[in-house]
């Protein structure tokens, strides 16, 4: 289970609706305690994606990343710059926190992972998706990898203020 605190959510729609009609991206900072993982903070990042990012992958990768049905662009792809990563990761460190997760916006579609979205997963990561349009965020929703590699629901709490 992921939970949020009600300005999280608040934080990750206006970040959504911000970036529209591009994907938004960036980290979710927090613990891990059993089955549950607390959001304690997020950590914006610039969708650091470009036609370029295809480019930089093994050529097994960017083959498969490639044979996806739309264009790659940021109104439908996000990167996260490697120095952001490390960034937030020092910074978590520093907080006795953990990257846990990173979220990102569907800009007119479902907040369902895509086949990009699964093939740059990791295994260790709640990945949070916003399905935003010019008016709303329609839906969150949290996933992780299962063992087949597959994303499966997360449930997503929001807690009381």
Request: net charge negative; charged share 20%; with cysteine.
């Amino acid at each position: 289970m992921l939970k949020l605190q009600p300005e999280h959510l608040e934080q990750l729609h206006l970040h959504a609706h911000e970036c529209y009609p591009e994907e938004c991206c960036g980290l979710m900072l927090g613990q891990r305690i059993e089955d549950v993982v607390q959001v304690v903070q997020l950590w914006r990042t610039e969708n650091s994606w470009t036609a370029d990012f295809l480019m930089s992958e093994s050529s097994k990768t960017r083959t498969n990343l490639s044979n996806t049905n739309s264009k790659p662009s940021r109104l439908n792809r996000f990167a996260i710059a490697p120095i952001e990563i490390l960034r937030a990761q020092k910074y978590a460190r520093n907080e006795n926190l953990e990257i846990i997760g990173i979220y990102h916006s569907h800009p007119d579609h479902p907040a369902i992972p895509s086949e990009y979205d699964r093939q740059i997963a990791w295994q260790m990561y709640s990945y949070l998706i916003m399905s935003v349009t010019a008016q709303q965020v329609s839906q969150t929703l949290s996933w992780r990898l299962n063992d087949e590699q597959q994303f499966q629901e997360e449930p997503v709490a929001i807690a009381d203020k």
